[in-house]
């Protein structure tokens, strides 16, 4: 929990932990992501992401295979 995302993003899970609204979906689609996946996408709350966001590096295995899961190929220049 980063503490600072805007009110109504977040849901709650347990009196510790919460996540980003809509990424329990089917498909899973954050309510702070714009744009459209494969194109061209953005955080709406940059400044304001949750940690695990921040903590999320483009072109590790967790980033290549969520891009896998969209039909997308590995970061270029990612190993
Ligand atoms: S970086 Fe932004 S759009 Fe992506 S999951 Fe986190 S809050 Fe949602």
């Known amino acids: 929990m980063g503490g ?3 009110a109504g993003l977040a ?3 347990t009196d510790h ?5 809509g990424t329990d979906h089917s ?3 954050c309510a702070a992501l714009t744009g459209r996946v494969g ?3 953005a955080c709406g709350i940059y400044e304001w992401r949750p940690s695990p966001c921040r903590e999320f590096e483009e072109g ?3 980033c ?3 891009r896998q899961r969209h039909g997308l190929p ?4 990612a190993d």
């Open 74 to 77: 590995p970061v270029a220049g």
């Open 11 to 13: 849901v709650e899970v």
């Open 4 to 6: 600072s995302v805007p």
């Open 27 to 29: 498909p899973p689609r």
């Open 64 to 66: 290549t295979r969520a």
């Open 17 to 21: 932990t919460a996540r980003m609204r």
């Open 60 to 62: 590790s295995d967790a």
């Open 39 to 41: 194109d061209r996408t």
